[in-house]
């Protein structure tokens, strides 16, 4: 069975921090993992990886998958307040493009 | 990005009423959505892959009559969730790809709060 599995569960931090969020998978036929950032209501792309060893960026916030290790890491440096989410793993495995999602990181950045 | 969207955006109903659930790609078609459902404090499980013009693929533990699901168009899917109980009280969100793109990410749409009282 497909399993997609993130930690820490929960972070705490000061706004400022550097934060380090991790995403490990046991898939078949692995095609991409996806990180999403999920406040409220739906959550909203972030990242899509399918190369290993290649970081996205995308201001503060960065990523890379390490295919060896099956795992991938988000990084947000310079936390701020309105950085506090839930950041959900996905992995699309196999051919029917559907994802398997980790349980989530829900990140508090406190003022 | 795509945009998706889906309505309701919240809807209360009775015990043993049925409730219907839209999701739309606006500005793209897809041949393929997914139906996902997050209870409180946990992650989102897929329930079914919904295809253009076929039956839905559902999800192991999923009720194929309970969660009907129908994809008549390349921008509509439609769950309804049939004779409702507060168990099946949760956040119901879709996603869907651009067809043409294959290696675009799943958008999701705003989901959809169903409270069953």
């Known amino acids: 069975e497909d399993k997609v599995v993130q930690s820490p569960l929960s972070l705490v931090v000061h706004e400022g921090d550097t934060v380090t969020l991790n995403c490990s998978y046991e898939v078949t036929n692995f095609r991409s993992l996806l990180w999403y950032k999920q406040e409220k209501k739906a959550p909203t792309f972030l990242f899509m990886l399918?190369?290993?060893?290649i970081e996205k960026k995308s201001g503060r916030l960065s990523s890379i998958l390490d295919k060896k290790e099956l795992s991938s890491i988000l990084n947000i440096t310079a936390t701020q307040t309105g950085d506090s989410a839930i950041y959900l793993c996905?992995?699309?495995?196999?051919?029917?493009?559907?994802?398997?999602f980790g349980q989530g990181t829900r990140l508090t950045i406190n003022p | 990005g795509a945009v998706v969207s889906q309505h309701p955006s919240r809807v209360i109903c009775k015990s043993g009423t049925s409730v219907k659930i839209e999701c739309r790609s606006l500005d793209f078609q897809a041949t393929t959505m997914f139906w996902y459902r997050q209870f409180p404090k946990q992650s989102l499980m897929l329930m079914a892959t919904s295809n253009e013009g076929s039956k839905a693929t559902y999800e192991q533990g999923v009720e194929k009559d309970k969660f009907l699901i129908n994809h008549a168009s390349l921008t509509l899917s439609t769950l309804t969730v049939t004779s409702a109980h507060p168990e099946d009280s949760s956040f119901y969100i879709c996603s869907a790809r651009d067809t043409w793109l294959l290696q675009e990410t799943q958008y999701f749409g705003p989901g959809t709060r169903l409270l069953v009282l």
């Open positions: 996905a992995v699309e495995a196999g051919g029917a493009q559907k994802l398997v």
């Open positions: 399918t190369s290993s060893g």
